[in-house]
Structures are given as structure tokens and as C-alpha cells.
T-cell receptor
Framework: KAGVTQTPRYLIKTRGQQVTLSCSPI?????VSWYQQTPGQGLQFLFE???????NKGNFPGRFSGRQFSNSRSEMNVSTLELGDSALYLC?????????????FGSGTQLSVL | AQKITQTQPGMFVQEKEAVTLDCTYD???????LFWYKQPSSGEMIFLIY??????QNATEGRYSLNFQKARKSANLVISASQLGDSAMYFC????????????????FGDGTTLTVKP
């Protein structure tokens, strides 16, 4: 069974640009969540999608958005990039996103904003 | 709101010895799950162990065990017989458990503990 796939692995952008990150969950998993990881802030929850609906959202500005497609694949978009958006963005999937399910993580997308 | 506190930024342990990584939590959810994940230098997060808030027994998975003390709101990870490959960052996390709980799809993570196993 293929794991969670995130593309691209690395990204370099400049301030003001926008970026789209992609996540393909494990087959059969319907919940996809996104996390931002930085050395100073640790792992911060961005949002969670289940069956194409955003079910939960973290405390991030509206520049951060996402969506989920009918095949459960998810994309995350960051508009008007700022230097502080430089981080490792992790995607995780689980079957139904319930509290007893562990998360399966992708390898992440390392975003550098110059 | 959910909060996870890991008070040990870094820990050292001798190979083959046991080590305990501390985790305390706070939540208003009546039912929740507690998790530990390992993140090696490669960056990928790996699930280690799960404990449900109503589970009567402490969870164990091979060399990993979770010392769950509900009244103290602590969920410490114990790694027995440490190996060099255990050197990594370890995160404690929690999720609300009810399907109708607004925290159900959200995992809250602690700041992590960097474990270094010495040969």
C-alpha cells in the first residue's frame, strides 16, 4: 500500500508569490490534515478535510487555504507569501479522522521564502 | 482548547538503557486519544503508540509503553532498551475523540523532545 505522497519535496519562492502544495493520502483514507512545522513554533495545525469538506481550521490567516477533491487528494495554497511562511509543511491522512486513529504522514514539503 | 506540554527539550540516554519522555496535557474534551510520534532527521513523522482516555490499561507496543495517569493528565512515553536508531525528535499529541467533537479532526502537538542515544 502506497504511503502519503506530498509534492513537491522542496520549493523556493519569493515574497508576494503564491504556492500550491499537493498531498495524496493513503488509498481509502478520507481525512487529510495539514501542519506547519517550524523550529520556533513546533507543529501547528492548519486545517483538516474530510469528504471534501473542511471540518476544522487552525489559527492561520486567510492567506492559507486548502481543498480536498473527490478522490481525497488535497491541496494547500498560500497566497502573498511572507518570509515567516518558510517551514516544513506536513500532510497527514487517516481513515475517518476520529480521535483513536493515528496519523500517517507524508515526507513534507520544505518551503523557503526569500 | 487542547494543550500539550513537553518540558524536556533534549534528553540523553545510554544505549540499552530505558528512558522516559514526559508529556502533560490539558483538554476540556471528555473523550480523547493520546499519541506519540517519532521524527528522525529525515523529517517523516512515524506513529509509535496510542492511548485512549478511557482505556484501563497502559498501552504497549514492543519497546514502547505509555505511562498514562489520567488524574495527573500525563502520558509519558517509556522506551526500553534504547537503540542508536531511537535518536530522533519525539512528539506527544492528542485528538478529541467524539465524531461530533470540534477537535476530532485536529491533532495538537507538543514542542517535542530530542532524544540522543549514546553508544
Amino acid at each position: 500500500k502506497a504511503g502519503v505522497t506530498q509534492t513537491p519535496r522542496y520549493l523556493i519562492k519569493t515574497r508576494g508569490q503564491q504556492v500550491t502544495l499537493s498531498c495524496s493520502p493513503i488509498s481509502g483514507h478520507r481525512s487529510v490534515s495539514w501542519y506547519q512545522q517550524t523550529p520556533g513554533q513546533g507543529l501547528q495545525f492548519l486545517f483538516e478535510y474530510f469528504s471534501e469538506t473542511q471540518r476544522n481550521k487552525g489559527n492561520f490567516p486567510g492567506r492559507f487555504s486548502g481543498r480536498q477533491f473527490s478522490n481525497s487528494r488535497s491541496e494547500m495554497n498560500v497566497s502573498t507569501l511572507e518570509l515567516g511562511d518558510s517551514a516544513l509543511y506536513l500532510c497527514a491522512s487517516s481513515l475517518a479522522g476520529t480521535g483513536e486513529e493515528e496519523l500517517f504522514f507524508g515526507s513534507g514539503t520544505q518551503l523557503s521564502v526569500l | 482548547a487542547q494543550k500539550i506540554t513537553q518540558t524536556q527539550p533534549g534528553m540523553f540516554v545510554q544505549e540499552k538503557e530505558a528512558v522516559t519522555l514526559d508529556c502533560t496535557y490539558d483538554t476540556s474534551d471528555p473523550s480523547y486519544g493520546l499519541f506519540w510520534y517519532k521524527q528522525p532527521s529525515s523529517g517523516e513523522m512515524i506513529f509509535l503508540i496510542y492511548q485512549g482516555s478511557y482505556d484501563q490499561q497502559n498501552a504497549t507496543e514492543g519497546r514502547y509503553s505509555l505511562n498514562f495517569q489520567k488524574a495527573r493528565k500525563s502520558a509519558n512515553l517509556v522506551i526500553s532498551a534504547s537503540q542508536l536508531g531511537d535518536s530522533a525528535m519525539y512528539f506527544c499529541a492528542m485528538r478529541g475523540k467524539s465524531r461530533y467533537n470540534t477537535n476530532a479532526g485536529k491533532s495538537t502537538f507538543g514542542d517535542g523532545t530530542t532524544l540522543t542515544v549514546k553508544p
